[in-house]
C-alpha cells in the first residue's frame, strides 16, 4: 500500500506534496523566464529606477500584461521584490543580473539555454539506458557551441581567473612559460599574464575558439606575450617545457583512462617542479553535495560519452597515476568551483 493511501494526517501534522513534483515539470518555465527578463533588461531597467510593472513596460518595449505577468512570476521565484505594487531587486539579481553591476552574469544565458546545449536532454531516458548519448555531441572537432561558450561563460570566469592566478603567486613575477589548455576565451592566462609582467601564455584549443581568445589577448595589452596552438590537446606537440600548465573545466569531459593519458602527457611537459593547475567542480564522496558540483555530473551524462564531476580522492588518483607528486585543493568560495594545484 503507498503511502497515499494510509489515513491522513492528524491536526498539526503535514503530509507529503505534489508541490516540488510539479514545479519540476514545470522547471523549463523558470529557465525561460529568467532569459525573457535578461534579454528584455528587466533587472538594469529596475536598478534604474523603473519599478512599477507600467514603467517597466516602458522602459523595456514590452506589453504591460507581459510585464506585469512576468514580474510576478519572478518574485514567486526569489529574483525580485514586491511591495505597494513596486518592484525591486532582490540582492543576488542586483549583484549578478544588473548591467550596472562589475559582477554581471547575465551573457551566461547564451550559453546555458542554448540549443545545443538543452537539446541534449530531450531524451535523456534514453541516454540514461545507454549511459551515454548516442553520439560524441559538444566533444565533436571545432563545435561551434565552443565559441558560445566562449564568449558567455567570461564574465563568471573572471572571479575564479583571478583566485587562481593569486593562488599560484602570479605577481611574484617569476619569468614563467604558461600552457592555457582548452583556453576558450583565454582569461585564465590572461590574467596571469596580467599579474605576472614576465610570464609568457601559449593558449591551446580549436582554431575557431581561438579567434576570440587572441582578440581578447589584443583587447588586454597582450598580444606580445601571448600565442597559440590550435588542435587537440590529445594530438597536437605541446612544445617547449612548461612551468605552469592550466586544465581549466576540462577534465571533467573525459573518462578516467583518457584523462590519465592526457595528464601523463601534461606531466611530461612540464619543468621539475612545475605545476598543473585544474578547475573543476568537486562534489563530496557522496556525489550529492554540495548542490551545483554534485548536479553537475547529469550535464556530463546529457553531453559527453564517459564525463564526470570527480570527487577529489578520484582527480588526486588520476594526477597520482600520471606522475605527479602531490595535488592540493582549494575551494574558490564564493565560485561552486575547486581550485587543484599538482607538482612534478
Keep these: 500500500m503507498s503511502s497515499l493511501q494510509t489515513k491522513p494526517p492528524s491536526a498539526g501534522q503535514q503530509g507529503p506534496s505534489p508541490e516540488r513534483i510539479m514545479s519540476a515539470f514545470a522547471g523549463y518555465q523558470q529557465t525561460q523566464a529568467l532569459r525573457a ?3 528584455l533588461d528587466l533587472f538594469t531597467a529596475i536598478a534604474d529606477g523603473a519599478h512599477t510593472s507600467d514603467a517597466l513596460a516602458k522602459q523595456c518595449q514590452a506589453s504591460n500584461r507581459g510585464m506585469r505577468i512576468l514580474c510576478d512570476y519572478l518574485c514567486v521565484n526569489g529574483f525580485l521584490t514586491k511591495e505597494g505594487g513596486q518592484y525591486n531587486l532582490a ?26 546545449l538543452t537539446s541534449r536532454f530531450a531524451n535523456l531516458t534514453e541516454t540514461v539506458r545507454r549511459g551515454s548519448p548516442a553520439d560524441r555531441g559538444s566533444l565533436e572537432p571545432e563545435h561551434p557551441m565552443w565559441v558560445e561558450f566562449a564568449r558567455s561563460m567570461t564574465p563568471m570566469m573572471r572571479i575564479p581567473a583571478d583566485m587562481l592566478a593569486r593562488a599560484l603567486n602570479a605577481s611574484a613575477g617569476e619569468p614563467w612559460r604558461v600552457l592555457d589548455i582548452a583556453a576558450g576565451h583565454g582569461l585564465f592566462g590572461l590574467t596571469i599574464a596580467q599579474q605576472n609582467p614576465n610570464a609568457h601564455i601559449t593558449a591551446l584549443d580549436w582554431p575557431n575558439v581561438l579567434e576570440l581568445a587572441k582578440e581578447n589577448a589584443r583587447n588586454m595589452g597582450m598580444s606580445e606575450r601571448y600565442s597559440v596552438i590550435p588542435g587537440s590537446a590529445f594530438e597536437v606537440d605541446f612544445g617547449d617545457p612548461y612551468d605552469v600548465i592550466l586544465l581549466t573545466n576540462f577534465l571533467h569531459h573525459f573518462d578516467h583512462e583518457t584523462n590519465v593519458k592526457l595528464l601523463r602527457k601534461v606531466h611530461g611537459a612540464l619543468n621539475p617542479g612545475g605545476r598543473a593547475a585544474t578547475l573543476e567542480f568537486v562534489p563530496n564522496e557522496d556525489r550529492i553535495s554540495p548542490p551545483w558540483p554534485a548536479s553537475f555530473s547529469l550535464m556530463m551524462l546529457g553531453s559527453t560519452p564517459g564525463g564526470d564531476a570527480y570527487t577529489f580522492p578520484e582527480i588526486e588518483r588520476m594526477f597520482s597515476e600520471a606522475g605527479f607528486a602531490a595535488t592540493t585543493r582549494m575551494d574558490l568560495k564564493p565560485t561552486p568551483q575547486t581550485l587543484l594545484i599538482s607538482t612534478k
Design 37 to 39: 527578463a535578461i534579454e
Design 91 to 116: 540582492p543576488d539579481a542586483d549583484a549578478f543580473l544588473n548591467q550596472r553591476s562589475p559582477a554581471y552574469l547575465g551573457s551566461v544565458s547564451g550559453f546555458l539555454t542554448s540549443d545545443h
